[in-house]
């Protein structure tokens, strides 16, 4: 089972921020969060990872609460393009595969 | 790089037919796995290797077999196929590590009548 909750849908105005949240109340210490997306039918896409600290690269940034129960996918200015759905996934350790729940629809309306 | 390459795009079997789903990647990475995606519902996984020579079960390997004789190609085998095999099939690939991403194919239809 996915370790991980998730909205079901959400909409995004776009140029504006969306926020994404998810909720990992189990994880452990040593567990990772990644977000991945997928468009439309196509294979996921990898976005952003991160253990304790807020992490950024150039698609978003991902920041974790403090108690790493929960985390926020931040899409900084958010285009049509990004109508995808988000996936929240917590990774065990080691080479443990990839748990993917439903995730979240985001679609993001001109 | 070419990345992760699934053949064939699209594939119609009858039940009972058997065929081999190919995954190739050309990253060198230790790590792949294969995962089934049924309409509107999330990716779930059917097999993972580690590494050359070992590969293990997921959530749903039932009617799947595979098998990793080198680095970059883990095909996956479906030995007689049913209905409920009607999916889109995802190949994903990554180097062995807790903090690698996963680099993912671009799917094969597959449709069993």
């Known amino acids: 089972d996915a370790k991980t909750t998730q909205p079901t849908s959400m909409d995004c105005a776009e140029g504006r921020a969306a926020n994404l949240p998810c909720n990992h109340s189990?994880?452990?210490?040593?567990?990772?969060v990644y977000w991945y997306r997928q468009i439309h039918s196509q294979g996921p896409q990898y976005i952003i990872h991160g253990l304790k600290n807020n992490e950024t690269n150039e698609m978003a940034s991902l920041i974790i609460t403090e108690d790493r129960k929960s985390s926020t996918l931040i899409l900084p200015h958010a285009t049509l393009r990004d109508t995808a759905v988000y996936y929240c996934i917590v990774r065990g350790t080691g080479n443990t595969p990839l748990v993917f729940g439903k995730g979240t629809r985001l679609s993001v309306i001109a | 790089n070419a990345g992760v390459t699934q053949t064939p795009k699209f594939q119609v079997l009858k039940t009972g037919q058997s065929m081999t789903l190919q995954c190739a990647q050309d990253?060198?990475?230790?790590?792949m796995s294969w995962y089934r995606q049924d309409p509107g519902m999330g990716l779930r996984l059917i097999h993972y290797s580690v590494g050359a020579g070992i590969t293990d079960q997921g959530e749903v390997p039932n009617g799947y077999n595979v098998s990793r004789s080198t680095t970059e190609d883990f095909p996956l085998r479906l030995l007689s196929a049913a209905p409920s095999q009607t999916s889109v099939y995802f190949c994903?690939?990554?180097?062995?590590?807790?903090?690698?991403?996963?680099?993912f194919g671009p799917g094969t239809r597959l449709t069993v009548l």
């Open positions: 189990t994880i452990s210490g040593n567990e990772y």
């Open positions: 990253m060198n990475h230790e790590y």
């Open positions: 994903a690939s990554s180097y062995s590590g807790l903090s690698y991403e996963q680099f």
